[in-house]
């Protein structure tokens, strides 16, 4: 096989995607006008499928702190943290994110994606075992395959599945690693945590739970599942990302283990990647700052989550399993999913298309994200949409 010949497949798939209608790969979003609302292509859309959950990227707080860092410390560090040294606001933020957690130790990374592999990638070696979520996200993946550990996959969610295979580890069991997700993004479900925690604690194994999604949408706090389940203090390390709930880019990890600040001295994702730019980071911070500041924000968001949940699932589509700010429709093979999301689009509703093997199974999904800055004329306007495809399709 020559080098290049791999593409053939993907070749195919563009030239699939292209025949139905758009290429859902290759969308372009002309202006955002709003948190919730941009011109796609020419046509005024509602924005459903983001992952803005507290619509903070037009937050005026937030935009006026990106702008201030910009005039103060210039667009960006021009090298990673080891080589240029850390701005005073990188250090600033993963104390403040320590401290959200109710942990001592903080560390930021540039994305993250970057985060996971970095984390996983110091904490794991060959000869290591983790046990791994099979609905995990790909980084999740990514870096426990790059550890050059044995990787054990369990079926999702499925707690007795996760026992056999502690079980069958012996005596590796008592230092394996437990890898799962709070939020789930496609289906929108939770993980059962106080149930790995109690196996956690049994076998003697740790746990890295991955708050991407539930950051500033489970618990009181909004610290995520963990803390809605009432756990965060038998978790040993939690991840996450700042280009959800957060609504800018990067990634990080906070633990009460102290050797979490060694990772800063073995972990390549995190050695050899420009740092944050100053605005990332203070705008970052300052959303970090107004979910904990406004907590009406989570209200909003459980509301439209709940309004959207509702309106899909009375109208007969097949939802995901419990009611949370991602919406997942399934439906079933490639062929329907394809021209079910071209017509959404084209009639004004972005959202996301998941097919074999984005997808957990081998189904395909339409998939949304409500915000706490959506109206509820806009999520009856999204559900109206789905059902008028569902009539023509």
Not at 232 to 241: A, Y
Not at 303 to 323: C, K, M, T, W
Request: include cysteine; charge should be negative; hydrophobic fraction near 40%.
């Amino acid at each position: 096989m020559a080098l290049l010949d791999k593409f053939a497949a993907a070749d195919n798939l563009k030239a699939q995607l292209s025949a139905v209608g758009h290429d859902p790969t290759q969308v372009v979003i002309d202006k955002i006008i709003t948190a919730t609302e941009g011109l796609v292509e020419g046509r005024h859309t509602i924005l459903a499928g983001t992952n803005n959950y507290l619509g903070l990227t037009f937050d005026t707080a937030c935009i006026e702190a990106g702008k201030q860092a910009i005039e103060t410390q210039g667009t960006g560090t021009t090298g990673s943290r080891m080589a240029n040294g850390s701005f005073a606001a990188h250090k600033a933020l993963e104390q403040d994110l320590a401290n959200f957690f109710g942990v001592p130790y903080g560390m930021v990374f540039s994305t993250g994606y970057a985060a996971n592999l970095g984390t996983l990638t110091a904490l794991l070696k060959p000869g290591d075992a983790v046990l791994l979520d099979a609905d995990a996200h790909a980084s999740l993946y990514d870096g426990c395959q790059m550890s050059g550990a044995d990787i054990f996959r369990f079926r999702h969610n499925d707690t007795a599945s996760l026992e056999k295979r502690l079980q069958r580890l012996g005596e590796r069991a008592a230092d394996c690693l437990i890898v799962t997700e709070g939020l789930y993004s496609v289906m929108g479900d939770c993980a059962p945590l106080p149930e790995i925690v109690e196996l956690k604690k049994r076998y003697g194994a740790w746990l890295l739970v991955d708050e991407a999604h539930s950051l500033g949408v489970y618990g009181d706090s909004g610290c995520g599942v963990a803390e809605a389940q009432g756990v965060m203090q038998d978790v040993d390390f939690f991840v996450g990302t700042f280009s959800k709930s957060l609504g800018a880019m990067g990634g990080f990890c906070t633990s009460r283990h102290p050797q979490l600040e060694l990772i800063r001295y073995v972990s390549r994702p995190f050695i050899f990647t420009a740092s944050s730019s100053p605005s990332i980071v203070a705008s970052t911070h300052e959303a970090l700052r107004q979910l904990q500041a406004r907590p009406e924000l989570r209200k909003n968001l459980w509301r439209n989550a709940h309004q959207l949940y509702r309106g899909l699932h009375d109208s007969g589509f097949e939802v995901g399993p419990e009611i949370s700010p991602v919406v997942a429709v399934r439906l079933g093979k490639k062929e329907v999913a394809l021209p079910f999301w071209n017509y959404l689009l084209e009639n004004g509703i972005y959202t996301n298309l998941m097919a074999p093997p984005a997808s957990p199974d081998q189904h395909s999904y339409v998939r949304c994200s409500v915000s706490a800055a959506h109206t509820a004329q806009q999520v009856e306007r999204i559900i109206q949409v789905f059902c008028e495809a569902k009539e023509k399709l």
